[in-house]
């Protein structure tokens, strides 16, 4: 875990401008898809929508590379209604050329640490994986302002399972 701090400490400044980079992109990025997946979606259920719509990314897509996102809407609290109406959105898109972040990374690591192994390498890939998707909230929020025009209740962003926070300026 000591040797991992390191390495976060030393790629600090590459991660921060290869999110900074991604974020511009993502701003840049048609919506069309993303938007008309949730709109689906949302006209899926039968009921309006009330309660908390809660959009969370899944970790085990990034150890995956499938890169999905669910949507689900929880009448009650959340995680706790055992089947609340949800569906799964592919978000490959916002994630592609990672492998290529992923080079920068790896040489500038081989340039400091003599010796990286592979283990240390995919821990660091989580991290940044995760740090794009907490990060991404941002491209979400472009969808859902372009979905002005449905009433949403509150939306929720955050880990499945985990730690979810308001979506603000949804």
Not at 1 to 11: A, N, T
Not at 72 to 82: K, Q
Not at 118 to 144: D, G, H, N, W
């Amino acid at each position: 875990m000591e040797r991992m701090q390191e390495i976060v400490d030393y790629l600090q400044e590459e991660v921060e401008k290869a999110v900074d980079n991604r974020k511009q992109k993502w701003q840049r990025m048609e919506r069309k898809e993303t938007t008309s997946s949730i709109q689906s979606f949302l006209e899926k259920i039968s009921k309006p929508v009330e309660g908390n719509l809660v959009l969370t990314y899944l970790k085990s897509s990034y150890i995956t590379n499938t890169h999905k996102f669910k949507i689900a809407i929880y009448a009650d609290e959340l995680f706790v209604e055992l089947y609340p109406p949800y569906a799964y959105i592919d978000m490959k898109l916002l994630f592609t050329d990672i492998d290529a972040d992923m080079d920068v990374f790896r040489k500038k690591l081989k340039q400091h640490f003599l010796h990286l192994m592979t283990s240390e390498i995919e821990e660091f890939r989580r991290y940044y994986m995760e740090l794009l998707y907490i990060q991404s909230v941002m491209y979400f929020k472009l969808v859902f302002s372009d979905l002005s025009e449905i009433k949403l209740p509150a939306v929720f962003f955050g880990a499945e399972l985990g730690e979810v926070k308001l979506m603000e300026g949804t």
